[in-house]
């Protein structure tokens, strides 16, 4: 009875953080850029009370089947899915979709790089274009005190028109990357993930070249995660937990009666 308390358990422990991560999702609904996470789950180890054996036809040495007992579950990860989101038009020109793979750039201030899907940019009070945590982009472009508007092309190119001059003028070219297991990133808060050894190199380049997406200026993505879905797998988690609850529960009534038998 103990070891099923404690296999219920897991199970207990397992469906909790599952409904910690579809919380985590259903609070960003409205996050630009956010990638629903997904739970993975994996069985414990097993006890093998018989090992399948072979024998002669007709002899008790003859189990074609072992006879195992599991000891529950446990979480194995927690991957985006980087499935593109809904996009929403806002006609900021400093607002940029990610139409297909890739990733904007941002420097940190440790010198690192920080990869994001918001493409909700700013100006800083020196003009440098730059996310809603004011980590400028890479690489870096200031837009002019003089400049009118800003115009971002499709595969990048940021052009503003000057006063007094009809010819707008090039003042940068944004650069994207992409990875090869994207579930890999790790998260780091504030729409951004960094890069790891399970993500691999980062492949950079320009937006429509090298397998990225392009650019669209004046709109943005909006979060991947689905109200319904995320409803539908919290009652799924609820009713697991339920269900391990009433394993734990039925075996510690089982125990009482055990304990209560006379001769």
């Known amino acids: 009875m103990i070891r099923a308390m404690r296999t219920a358990a897991s199970g207990m422990l397992a469906q909790q953080t599952y409904v910690d991560s579809i919380a985590h999702n259903l609070a960003n609904v409205n996050t630009t850029g956010y990638k629903k996470s997904n739970v993975q789950f994996q069985d414990l180890l097993y006890q093998t009370v018989q090992p399948a054996a072979g024998g002669a036809p007709g002899t008790r040495m003859q189990t074609p089947v072992p006879l195992q007992i599991g000891h529950g579950t446990r979480l194995v990860g927690s991957p985006k899915i980087f499935a593109q989101g809904d ?18 750039q ?21 003009g440098r274009i730059v996310n809603s945590e004011g980590l400028p982009l890479q690489p870096e472009m200031t837009v002019p005190t003089e400049a009118t508007s800003v115009q971002i092309s499709k595969d990048g190119a940021v052009s503003v028109n000057i006063a007094g001059s009809t010819t707008p003028q090039q ?28 993500s691999g190199t980062p492949i950079t380049g320009t937006p429509g070249q090298t397998g990225l997406g ?6 943005l993505e909006l979060s991947n995660v689905e109200v319904v879905q995320e409803m539908v797998d919290m009652i799924v988690a609820q009713r697991a937990y339920e269900v391990n609850a009433k394993s734990i529960q039925t075996s510690d009534e089982m125990m009482s009666q055990g304990n209560n038998i006379r001769r």
């Open 106 to 126: 941002f420097n940190n201030p440790d010198g690192t790089i920080a990869y994001s899907r918001d493409g909700s940019l700013k100006l800083d009070e020196t």
């Open 87 to 104: 996009s929403q038009t806002t006609g900021n020109p400093l607002d940029l979709l990610i139409q297909g793979d890739g990733f904007l």
């Open 214 to 219: 392009t650019v669209q200026q004046g709109y």
């Open 171 to 198: 003042i940068g070219q944004i650069e994207m990357a992409r990875f090869i297991n994207e579930a890999g990133l790790v998260s780091m808060g504030g729409n951004t993930y960094a890069a790891s050894s399970s």
